[in-house]
C-alpha cells in the first residue's frame, strides 16, 4: 500500500511559478513509477507528466511541455512538479499518482495509488 500527500498548490498570477510535491509512505517508493494528472471543472483528467523509478526518463503533455519539469528525490520519497510560466488555463486540481507495472504511463488506468489532489489556480 502506498499512500501520496501532495502539498505546494496555491493562487499565482499568470506568469508565475510553483513547485508541486508529492510524499509517498512506504519503503518501496522507488519501484514506482509516478505521475502527475490534473483535472479542471467540467473536463476530463489530463495527463501532466510522468517519471521512471530511477528519475532517468521523463515525460510531458503537449500542453505544458517546456513549461513544468517533473523530478523525483528516491531518499525522500518525493515527486515533484516545477511549474513555470502558469497560464490561466493551467488551472487545475493536480493529483500524483504511483504505477508499478505499466505500459505507458500516459494513461491514467496505469496507476495503482493517487493522491487527494491540490488545486492550483492561475489569475490572469
Known amino acids: 500500500q502506498v499512500q501520496l500527500v501532495e502539498s505546494g498548490g496555491g493562487l499565482v498570477q499568470a506568469g508565475g511559478s510553483l513547485r508541486l510535491s508529492c510524499e509517498a509512505s512506504?519503503?518501496?517508493?522507488?519501484?514506482?513509477?509516478m505521475g502527475w494528472f490534473r483535472q479542471a471543472p467540467g473536463k476530463e483528467r489530463e495527463f501532466v507528466a510522468a517519471?521512471?523509478?530511477?528519475?532517468?526518463?521523463?515525460f510531458y503533455g503537449d500542453s505544458v511541455k517546456g513549461r513544468f519539469t517533473i523530478s523525483r528525490d528516491n531518499a525522500k520519497n518525493t515527486v515533484y512538479l516545477q511549474m513555470n510560466s502558469l497560464k490561466p488555463e493551467d488551472t487545475a486540481v493536480y493529483s500524483c499518482?504511483?504505477?508499478?507495472?505499466?505500459?505507458?504511463?500516459?494513461?491514467?488506468?496505469?496507476?495503482?495509488?493517487w493522491g487527494q489532489g491540490t488545486q492550483v489556480t492561475v489569475s490572469s
Open positions: 512506504g519503503r518501496t517508493f522507488s519501484s514506482y513509477a
Open positions: 499518482a504511483a504505477a508499478q507495472y505499466y505500459s505507458t504511463l500516459r494513461n491514467p488506468n496505469a496507476y495503482d495509488y
Open positions: 517519471i521512471r523509478r530511477s528519475g532517468g526518463s521523463t
